[in-house]
């Protein structure tokens, strides 16, 4: 074999080296607000938190991603509806909500990214499926906007009461979350 | 007997009345305990050992100490369902009745999970298949304390929350006497029937001014207590309508104390045949502050106020 040959192989080799053993790709969240909505026939209420942290990983163009805050964190603007929200949604004995999601890296391009959620919270695990959010590039960080469809009922949440009567079934979070590529 | 004497008679048998209809609230407690063990009969330590109430479905936890020991207090009584887990093992869900004892001892045998002989092994649920790279909850840098499970901390919402549910209905209940003892105290001197006023009181209206009066501060010290003994939360700074709910507590506080003394002192002045004259003759005003200061306070408490409840949203 021509020495100029094993050469020309070993350049080829030694270029295409990156593609097969991509780095991981992380992405951080930089900033969130995660909102679930409350609706109750003398109330519409919003509780909101700033404290959650999520990480997500790339990995041979498959991308794990997670977001976990503490139950406490969310905020309604009044404690003692904050602290019944605390005990009905079971969050001291289960203090973080984790929401797990993993797509395509290439689909993280996309304007609207559809995905599967897994989101573990009050005890209970849900499963929501094909979530839209949106995506916008700020720089070099991306911001995602969405709605997650939530119930009490899929997580086996005792609706809590005011005046006798209880909230509605549908608990809506609003996700607003900024990531930024490592 | 003299109207006085009547008078507070009326007073103490509606106290009296009402003290029996909320008595069954303050009833007996009953306490849940035992031991948590393994196959082995060795003692399994930070199991949690939840009981079920059958009747409300509310749940009550506790974990074991290093001796694998629990002690779940303050049940109400009735059916409960105990189940235990700790790590991969479970227990299936005992029956329960508390009923007769006031302590119940229950020992809890742990099994791995899905072992033969737990038909009420819960089924795992199906996730996405778990990927070696994904992150986990340690990646992102929670301290421990956020993490972990407080089950005495759960056990203390739930007692508060079941406190002060009572609180609120009871509170709602004490407006309706309230509001009818505002009522009915200018009709102890309304006109008579040929149009005269009259100076002195009738009895009749009188009496069931009073009665309505004793049951208003009877349910509603009764309601307050719900409040003042529900478990308080550390670490848990105050904000919002609760802040406008207590300091307004404080002015419908001292005014039920001070309208039936108000009121009793003028009943005294005119049963002597004066007139209601210093204090004593504030009663009506005192009572006017109170009541206001009350429905504020359910208002402060109930706010932000979706007014127009009846529109679909």
Redesign the interface.
Known sequence: MKPSFLFGLALAVSAAAPVFAQP?TQYVLQQSSLSYHM??????VDGTSHAA?????C?AG?C???I?A?VKSFD??????D??M???T???????V?V?T?FAESEIQASTVYA?L?VEFAGQ?A?YTHVAFQRTQQGSAVRITGTIPALCSDFKI?RP????VPIKNEIPVHVDMTWQKQ | MSIERETFAAAMRAFLFCFLLTAPALAQTYTLSGKVSDTAGHAVPSA?VTAKSVAT???F?AETNSDGMYSIRDLAGGDYEVSAVAGELQAPAIKVTLADAQTTDLTVSLAPKGAAGLPNAPQQ?Q??PA?P?????S????TTQ??????E??A???K??EM??IH??LG?ITAIPMAATLITGPMAKAKGKKGETITEPTDANLDFHAALGGLTTALYFTTASYAIFAPR?PN???????RW?EALAWVHGPGMILTPILGYMAYQQENSGEKPHGFPAQHGTVAWITASAYGASIVA??W???LK?WEK?
């Open positions: 991981d609706s109750h026939p003398m109330h519409e942290r999520g990480k997500g990983i990995h498959q794990d991603f997670l976990a503490p309604s603007g009044d404690t003692n509806r602290l019944h605390l005990e009905a079971r969050g001291a004995q289960f203090p973080m984790q797990r993993h599967d897994e695990t499963h005792d009461s005011f005046l006798t | 949690t479905q509310k749940s936890t649920q996730g996405p990927n790279n994904a992150p986990s909850l990646d992102l840098g929670f956020q993490t972990q499970p407080n089950t901390l759960q203390r919402l739930t508060r929350t002060l549910k609120q209905r709602l939360i848990n700074p105050k904000h919002g309508g609760i709910h408490v109930s932000p106020i979706h409840f949203k």
